[in-house]
Antibody, heavy 117, light 109 residues
């Protein structure tokens, strides 16, 4: 069974940092592109970032470029999202998503990040 | 990176068909055959219903179908059932990124 389990969310002050993790199991993690997608409370889905299978290629939404860094450890079957200079508008549930270069397939249950003083 | 345009709401009675549109540009929907549709029930994670415009993943009922014409993609749900009531989102590849629609709340009357 494919499983994606996010962790690392929580309450952080504006300007602070947080690192999300996503533990993958039930599939060959190193064969899939991975994405982060977020959803602010009561709002729609917003794509955040993606990373290729070996971590050599990444891309970001304009809203997080220069502040967020996506990475992966294929030996640990884990995806990461380092979030710096957090703003109130970054408050959202962050989903780890298995996919291809152009699509999102399977979703984790998400982890809530709240940016507030 | 503008969001794709979806109607905020759609509705239909059990057994009826409903179609939800997703309008983008030639840089996303119109430029690639990588349109996906997701179903999200309240408090749950999204679930892939359609990929690559019209491909249905294993386990998704054949009541769900997708199509595309120009810059607009569509999701049709036939034979509406109560459990189809949910939010539906489209997404499209847009070069180096992926863009989502704003979502459509489907109500089964």
């Amino acid at each position: 069974e494919v499983q994606l389990v996010e962790s690392g969310g929580g309450l952080v002050q504006p300007g602070g940092s947080l690192k999300l993790s996503c533990a993958a199991s039930g599939f060959t993690f190193s064969s899939y592109w991975m994405h982060w997608v977020r959803q602010a409370p009561g709002k729609g889905l917003v794509w955040v970032s993606r990373i290729n299978t070996d971590g050599s290629s990444t891309s970001y939404a304009d809203s997080v470029k220069g502040r967020f860094t996506i990475s992966r450890d294929n030996a640990k079957n884990t995806l990461y999202l380092q979030m710096n200079s957090l703003r109130a508008e970054d408050t959202a549930v962050y989903y780890c998503v298995r996919g291809g270069s152009s699509s999102c397939y399977g979703w984790g249950q998400g982890t809530l990040v709240t940016v507030s003083s | 990176q503008s969001a794709l345009t979806q109607p905020p709401s759609a509705s239909g009675s059990p057994g009826q068909s409903v179609t939800i549109s997703c309008t983008g540009t030639s840089s996303d929907v119109g430029g690639y055959n990588y349109v996906s549709w997701y179903q999200q029930h309240p408090g749950k994670a999204p679930k892939l219903m359609i990929s690559e415009v019209s491909k249905r993943p294993s386990g998704v009922p054949d009541r769900f179908s997708g199509s595309k014409s120009g810059n607009t993609a569509s999701l049709t749900v036939s034979g509406l059932q109560a459990e189809d009531e949910a939010d539906y989102y489209c997404s499209s590849y847009a070069g180096s990124n992926i863009v989502f629609g704003g979502g459509t709340k489907l109500t089964v009357l």
